[in-house]
């Protein structure tokens, strides 16, 4: 059964730092991408950070330079480690896998939510 458990959301003040978690089990990681996802109330989803199959990674232009997202592949778990928050930064985030190789424009949430990867949300509240 595959399962993507996140955790690690709360509320903090601006400038504070959290992790989030997410435990992914049911998939075999060498055939899988692994996202960060965030939806903030009345705004679109948007995704965050990927992280390929090969280890590379990108993170979206909004958080670049303060969240780092990172896997550890004997527990398989993927992390994002996020610095220096703001309010703007306010979300429902959501980790998901995606066919290695395919893009988000490609493979979007909606496609993961209906493979069964896609995984519950985690809240974070940024206070200014």
């Known amino acids: 059964q595959v399962r993507l458990v996140a955790s690690g959301g709360g509320s903090v003040q601006a400038g504070e730092s959290l992790r989030l978690s997410c435990v992914v089990s049911?998939?075999?990681?060498?055939?899988?991408?692994l996202r960060w996802y965030r939806q903030a109330p009345g705004k679109e989803r948007e995704i965050i950070s990927n992280?390929?199959?090969?280890?590379?990674?990108s993170v979206a232009d909004s958080v670049k330079g303060r969240f780092t997202i990172s896997r550890a592949a004997t527990n398989k778990t993927v992390y994002l480690q996020m610095n220096s928050l703001k309010s703007e930064d306010t979300a429902v985030y959501y980790c998901?896998?995606?066919?290695?190789?395919?893009?988000?424009?490609?493979?979007?949430?909606?496609?993961?939510?209906?493979?069964?990867?896609w995984g519950q949300g985690t809240e974070v509240t940024v206070s200014s």
């Open positions: 049911g998939l075999d990681l060498c055939r899988y991408d």
């Open positions: 992280i390929n199959n090969d280890g590379s990674t």
């Open positions: 998901a896998a995606a066919p290695a190789g395919y893009s988000d424009n490609v493979c979007p949430p909606e496609n993961l939510v209906r493979y069964g990867t």
